[in-house]
């Protein structure tokens, strides 16, 4: 790797990996979201991740290359913390909430991507592949706001709603309960800081 070209090239393969493994992520935590919506947002996205995939195929041509992609780490890790809350969490709700925590790290890495391939691409004035980069940039953007909207508009409530285990075994007369750990939450600030 010698010249920005260089790196543009490497980076478009970083993102070609990412774009793939995504592709086979989202089926996945559409099936495992309880939430008819955010089933729906990943299964909306995964279909705008096949037209992320042809036009980075696009941008490939564009280069004279052949479309290919390189091992991303930092995506593998992303996908394997989303396995990992999968097989961990024991509430549909807080699954529901983890998972759109996952997405939006997904999201974010490849907004992080797809902005700097924008202005490689710029640079090296390739306007075509400008282009194509920016309007799947657009669509990560988009794609993150929707679950945003999704968490905020009633999935995190509904996950904080989950009884934890002791709440169960302690009865419901939640009011007293918060009065006698007033104490011990100022100490942690746990509270305060969750709301
Ligand atoms: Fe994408
Ligand atoms: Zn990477
Ligand atoms: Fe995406």
Redesign the pocket.
């Known amino acids: 790797m010698h010249t920005l070209n260089d790196l543009f090239t490497e980076?478009l393969k970083?993102?070609y990996?990412?774009e793939n493994a995504i592709l086979k992520a989202l089926p996945k935590m559409a099936k495992k979201a309880k939430s008819d919506e955010l089933k729906s947002a990943f299964t909306e996205h995964a279909e705008e991740t096949e037209e992320h995939v042809k036009r980075l195929d696009k941008v490939f041509k564009i280069l004279g290359q052949k479309p290919e992609g390189?091992?991303?780490?930092?995506?593998?890790g992303l996908v394997e913390e989303t396995e990992e809350l999968m097989s961990e969490a024991s509430s549909p709700d807080v699954l529901d909430a983890g998972l759109i925590g996952c997405a939006q790290a997904v999201e974010h890495?490849e907004m992080a991507?797809y902005g700097t391939l924008c202005a490689w691409a710029e640079q090296l004035d390739m306007d075509d592949a400008v282009e194509l980069l920016e309007e799947t940039l657009e669509e990560e953007k988009a794609a993150d706001q929707k679950l945003t909207e999704l968490a905020t508009g009633g999935i995190n409530e509904q996950a904080e709603a989950e009884e934890s285990d002791q709440d169960e075994s302690n009865g419901d007369d939640d009011e007293d309960e918060d009065e006698e750990n007033k104490d011990e939450d100022n100490k942690t600030g746990k509270r305060k800081r969750a709301r």
């Open positions: 980076t970083d993102v990996f990412a390189k091992e991303c780490p930092a995506l593998k890495y991507r």
